[in-house]
């Protein structure tokens, strides 16, 4: 059953961390209002959106007349709201380690992405670097090690943690990366196809993939 609530999330569907916010939207089963900011059009410069988030950028959620930025803290903030299980209140260690997967996410995973795509998206490079690539495996790696012993990443049961890492990971997925090498991250991947916004996930996941793959002369993972 859905939930209704007086919120408005700003989000573009090229942004791993924006995918990560409407993720957890889908999984919490909340009806807000959910719009677009075109990034490559500067709608996120204008100056209707500067007075919603100075930040220029995206995901910003406005809920009344409370505004938060920075993706992590809003799915942090929507499972806290609405007292979800996705973001365990009564165990302090299982807390602990969604909130430890979730900053791993964010100074690992999400670094990776940004140091692959944004050379290419904002610099013009033509080539990824042998480095940038070499830092996908050695993450995806990690993120196999972590399933060793549970089936999701912050334990048995689904988290907050594996919808943020699913926007990272769904976006290197669609740039032809192999995951049989990772064999427990594979099986995870396959399991999160069944939840809510998968889809929706894949698709901008997918279309960030082909606006790489337009600027580069080379294959985007090769």
Known sequence: MSRKLPMTLYHNCFSP????????????ALEIDVRNIDIYKGEQNTPEYLRV????????????NFVLTESRAIIMYLASLTDSPLYPTNDLKKRA??????FFD???????VKNFARPVLRSGVKKIPSAARE???I???????????????AGDEMTIADLAILASVGTIKCWGVNFKEFPKLNGWFEKCKNLPGFSENHEGSQALAEKL??????PLWK
């Open 17 to 28: 961390p924006s995918r990560m916010a409407v993720l957890a939207v889908r999984n919490l």
């Open 135 to 137: 830092d996908i495996k």
């Open 53 to 64: 988030n100075p930040l220029h950028q995206v995901p910003c959620l406005v809920h009344e």
């Open 106 to 112: 964010a100074t690992n995973s999400f670094v990776a």
């Open 139 to 153: 993450l995806l790696n990690t993120l196999d090690s972590f399933l060793d012993k549970s089936e999701w990443f």
């Open 213 to 218: 793959s337009k600027l580069l002369e080379e």
């Open 97 to 102: 380690l969604v909130d430890s997967r979730l």
